[in-house]
């Protein structure tokens, strides 16, 4: 992504935020165990606005003087011998496009100045209790020199109410990056789907995205890979991936890469020995037609949750097919009956983060979707042994997730091509071996 969207983006927010001055912090560094830390992940607001991966480093944006400063690591050669490549101030400013930059020891310092005069105060209000006291403290130090003339900024609010909405627009750059992961994820379910035999274990299946990620420039998941066979299939978010994948039993993969910082998100769920029995096969159907059915309310014309109703309509009147539910369609979604089998939304927005921001409703009201936008759209089926549920019915878990993009002619599946009829999953699991 060249530094020009970078620079555009900021200056949209310094657009909206009139005469006051926003802080950004991007994302800490956590410990792992001892002197080891997890793989470090920048803050995605924070790279939304600015490009820059490193560790401590702080933006702030001067909306009045349009000046953007960067805060960041010092360059130092010598930590670089351990750590890697660092940009250090000045090359940050020339290469990211900022006013000034300066090293994060002058933090404490030059805040302090930067926000005297500001009408307002623009940060992450409340989303970590030590930020919040140091920016208090920053702001006290302003309110202090009030006998000298200086006044302090005398609202604060939360910048995330801006940078979220602006973020829930995807551009054409962001589009085409979402594309590549999606085509990526694709692939690496059609592997997953490939290699899976019975007697083999969620972990090696799991593996198999792993390999199949990384081999296409993706940098990571976009979140722990959900790989559960049989009964586990029907736990939300079962992440322990150990189980051995026996015959008979259903696989559900809800798996995604991130590239360049962009999220993909997609569930299959497949037969681990490749053919469907007839219960799988009636139940499958049942949450393809709902997805079906909540795809087709992807359009500028709809609300958020439309494309949600639409999938819980197919679904109540599956299950009362079934024998799972009784009485009427309306009579089952008013009752919450089907949330025995059906409990959770049938999607997110997608995008820097896999559930990513932007609000769902505006003035308690579903928001209408825009060209831009992008979700996924995911029903499913969770089945649990009971008395009153058809033993040939227990623990079929299925859920079938794609990313959508909603566009002025209606949507765009961006993750088409990993393959959910029944009839391609069946002949791709075929060709296993061949």
Not at 127 to 144: H, I, K, M
Not at 158 to 179: G, I, N, P, S, T
Not at 397 to 419: C, K, M, Q, S, Y
């Amino acid at each position: 992504m060249k530094i020009e969207h970078f620079i555009a983006r900021r200056a949209a927010l310094m657009a909206q935020i009139g005469d006051g001055v926003a802080i950004l912090r991007t994302a800490p560094e956590q410990v792992r165990n001892r002197d080891s830390h997890f793989p470090y992940r920048y803050d995605s607001s924070f790279y939304y606005l600015t490009g820059f991966t490193e560790p401590e480093a702080v933006l702030v944006l001067l909306a009045q003087s349009q000046r953007a400063i960067l805060f960041c690591r010092e360059k130092d050669i010598e930590r670089e011998i351990w750590d890697g490549f660092r940009f250090g101030p000045t090359a940050a400013a020339e290469q990211f496009g900022f006013d000034e930059a300066y090293p994060m020891s002058e933090l404490n310092e030059r805040l302090p100045k930067l926000m005297a005069n500001q009408a307002s105060l623009h940060y992450a209000l409340g989303a970590d209790t030590a930020w919040d006291t140091q920016v208090l403290s920053w702001l006290n130090q302003v309110r202090d020199l009030a006998r000298t003339g200086v006044h302090a900024p005398a609202q604060i609010r939360d910048v995330r109410a801006l940078v979220d909405e602006m973020r829930l627009f995807k551009d054409d750059v962001e589009l085409d990056l979402m594309r590549r992961a999606a085509t990526i994820s694709c692939g690496a379910h059609q592997r997953a789907m490939q290699m899976t035999q019975v007697g083999r274990y969620e972990y090696q299946v799991e593996a198999e995205l792993l390999h199949e990620f990384r081999r296409h420039s993706a940098q990571s998941p976009a979140y722990t890979s959900i790989v559960a066979g049989g009964a586990n299939a029907c736990v939300l978010h079962y992440v322990d991936n150990n189980a051995v994948l026996n015959d008979g039993d259903l696989l559900l993969i809800d798996a995604g890469c991130e590239l360049d910082g962009y999220a993909s998100d997609i569930t299959r769920t497949f037969p681990v020995n490749g053919k469907f029995s007839g219960a799988q096969r009636d139940i499958y159907a049942l949450v393809l037609a709902a997805q079906t059915a909540a795809i087709a309310e992807v359009n500028v014309s709809a609300h958020w949750n439309s494309a949600h109703d639409a999938a819980v309509r197919v679904l109540a009147q599956g299950f009362i097919d079934a024998g799972l539910c009784q009485g009427s369609v309306d009579g089952v979604i008013e009752s919450g009956d089907f949330r025995r089998f059906y409990m959770h939304r049938t999607g997110h927005w997608l995008g820097l983060d896999v559930h990513d921001v932007g609000d769902y409703k505006q003035a308690d009201v579903w928001r209408n979707l825009q060209a831009g936008m992008v979700l996924t759209v995911e029903p499913g089926c969770y089945i649990r042994p009971a008395d009153n549920v058809p033993e040939a019915f227990w623990n079929i878990g299925i859920r079938i997730e794609d990313d959508v993009l909603v566009t002025d002619n209606g949507a765009e599946i961006l993750t088409i091509a990993a393959p959910k009829t029944i009839d391609d999953i069946e002949e791709l699991m075929r060709q296993r071996g061949h």
